[in-house]
């Protein structure tokens, strides 16, 4: 027989499985942990939310405002719309329908400074080659909404900027465009017009139940390690 195939195996560290186990409850528990400092940022988020729609509108003037200052605000403000610039962001559904947003820029009243305002969705023709037609107020109007600022979105291909008609907007992107001076926000319209625009905006989802969720997922992952750690433990040693 030969001697090497009857040679014992080399003994594994008994403190290898140790070391694995705890380094798996650390990393997990602290996945958990992790993922509830974001819900209570997000609950922080929805608390600020909530105080601000119970706040007075802020007025939006001349004055640059930050976007941070703004986000999720109830705003109002004065002026006169500037169809020549509007643009129709698309792929926006409602009720099932295609259609578009309409972004079209507020110039306040007796300056220089505009507002980006989304006045609403309209549904889109069966002739994408046609656009349709968007009445809008003349002269100073006054408008109510809340302010958002765009988030980050994924573009398969890059917005051709000199058309009417966009995938995904921001005050950066517009003013690039358009070379007007305007606030970091986009208003979403609640105050009624006229204009046959649907404005129902959903209420933002902050994701705190989600949060919830996928820390409860790593605290069980963290239990279960433990667990098995546990239960093989005890079963070697019986062994021996």
Not at 40 to 68: M, N, S, W
Request: hydrophobic content about 45%.
């Amino acid at each position: 027989m030969d001697s090497q195939s009857s040679s014992p195996r080399p003994r594994r560290p008994r403190w290898v499985p140790i070391a694995a186990s705890l380094v798996g409850i650390a990393l997990t528990a602290s996945a958990g942990n992790w993922q509830l400092n974001r819900a209570a940022e997000k609950e922080r988020l929805q608390a600020a939310f909530d105080a601000g729609a119970a706040a007075p509108a802020i007025h939006l003037g001349v004055e640059p405002l930050g976007a941070e200052q703004l986000r999720l605000r109830k705003v109002e403000a004065e002026g006169e719309f500037v169809p020549q610039a509007r643009v129709l962001l698309d792929n926006r559904i409602h009720a099932g329908v295609a259609g578009y947003h309409v972004i079209m820029p507020l110039r306040l009243a007796g300056t220089g400074m505009h507002v980006l305002v989304n006045r609403g969705w309209v549904a889109a023709g069966r002739d994408r080659t046609r656009l349709p037609e968007i009445h809008t107020p003349a002269g100073v109007v006054r408008i109510e909404g809340t302010a958002v600022v765009p988030g980050r979105f994924l573009e398969l291909a890059s917005t051709d900027q000199s058309g009417a008609v966009w995938q995904n907007l921001t005050p950066e992107r517009f003013v690039a465009s358009k070379a007007l001076q305007v606030q970091p926000v986009v208003v979403e319209q609640t105050s009624g017009a006229d204009d046959g625009l649907v404005r129902e905006w959903a209420r933002p989802d902050f994701g705190i139940a989600k949060h919830y969720s996928y820390a409860a997922q790593w605290f069980i992952f963290s239990g279960l390690i433990a667990l098995l750690f546990g239960f093989f433990h005890v079963r070697n040693a019986r062994k021996k």
